[in-house]
């Protein structure tokens, strides 16, 4: 046999791997989308032995086969419509994954534009000692830190200013159980820095010496130069740090006690058996932010993860 054709038989067998791979990984996608359409009565008939068994003390083995189906019987929007119109709730939690991630995103990149810029312009020992604890930082799982953060959280008062009566009034409140007991630790995760701070050392040094001779200074190379050609990382960096916090359950039910302030990822978690139909619904809706994040920024991310924000030629 010859080497040709060894090669493309080989090509082959990946394809065919990868078309597997794929369909396998975008199957619980599209049943989502599809069953988000059927009715409860579809959805009952199909599904409804696997999650009647949730609901025992005792779980056994289901002898009714469970029917995946990718067509609905017949289409139906009445989950969407107690979701977006009828109950306002799903929304209100809608928006709280918007008010918790996009601060935690924006404000993370920017510190991390920052950081990353010290740690590769102006190495020393001591940088080279508080990177490495980045990395530890990193390693760890937050569950770790969730314990360490409640505690701060706990005993840190912050101030808000108000005016009652004409007059300026200073309130004391407590982070624990707000918003910002969640954002303030996320903002300065280590994440973003050292992936940030490894793409900026790739940077070459004669791109600064030579803005240096046409006068640049410390924030015109920052934003000239080192910007602009990490911009396909940065755009990664958000994405990954946009997914993992729109996706995060464990923070908010720690830290914030009050229900109506908890995200939609914890409604995800918390599914009943009885409200499937609106599950499937709600799961479609949630991945809609991250589905055109990922269609806008595919090339940045790709990129990014392959080149490791290297400068191509």
């Known amino acids: 046999m010859s080497h040709s054709r060894k090669k493309r ?24 989308i599809a069953n988000s359409f059927m009715t409860s ?59 918790l ?16 810029y010290g740690f590769s312009r102006y190495p020393n020992k001591f940088k080279s000692i508080i990177f490495f604890a980045y990395i530890i930082l ?21 101030f808000k200013l108000h005016f009652e009566n ?28 050292f992936l940030l701070t490894k793409v900026m050392r790739r940077i070459p040094v004669s791109y600064v010496e030579a803005a240096k001779l046409d ?11 080192y910007v602009p050609l990490c911009k396909s990382a940065l755009v990664s960096i958000a994405m990954l740090v946009f997914i993992d916090y729109w996706n995060m359950v464990e923070q908010p039910l720690v830290m914030m006690n009050d229900s109506d302030m ?16 609106l599950a499937f619904a709600v799961g479609t809706v949630y991945m809609v932010p991250t589905i055109l994040m990922f269609l806008y920024g595919e090339d940045y991310l790709v990129e990014g993860i392959a080149y490791s924000g290297g400068i191509k030629g």
Do not use: C
Not at 139 to 158: G, H, R, S
Not at 217 to 225: N, S, Y
């Open 9 to 32: 038989i080989a090509d082959i067998f990946v394809a065919v791997f990868i078309i597997i791979a794929a369909v396998m990984f975008l199957m619980p996608t599209v049943l989502t």
């Open 41 to 99: 009565t579809e959805i009952s008939a199909n599904y409804g032995s696997m999650f009647g068994n949730m609901t025992e003390d005792k779980k056994t083995f289901i002898s009714e086969n469970v029917n995946l189906k990718f067509i609905p019987d017949k289409v139906t929007f009445a989950q969407y419509k107690a979701v977006l119109i009828l109950n306002s709730d799903y929304l209100l939690k809608f928006w709280n994954s918007v008010i």
């Open 101 to 116: 991630t996009v601060p935690i995103t924006v404000f993370q990149i920017l510190l991390a534009v920052l950081t990353s």
């Open 138 to 158: 990193m390693i760890m799982p937050y569950q770790v830190t969730l314990v360490p953060n409640f505690l701060v959280a706990d005993k840190l008062t912050l």
């Open 166 to 193: 004409s007059a300026l009034t200073v309130e004391k409140f407590n982070l624990l159980g707000t918003r910002w007991a969640i954002i303030l630790p996320a903002i300065f995760s280590p994440f973003s820095i």
């Open 215 to 225: 006068g640049a200074g410390e924030l015109q190379i920052l934003t000239k130069i």
């Open 262 to 277: 908890h995200p939609l990822s914890v409604f995800l978690s918390q599914i009943n058996t009885s409200d499937v139909g």
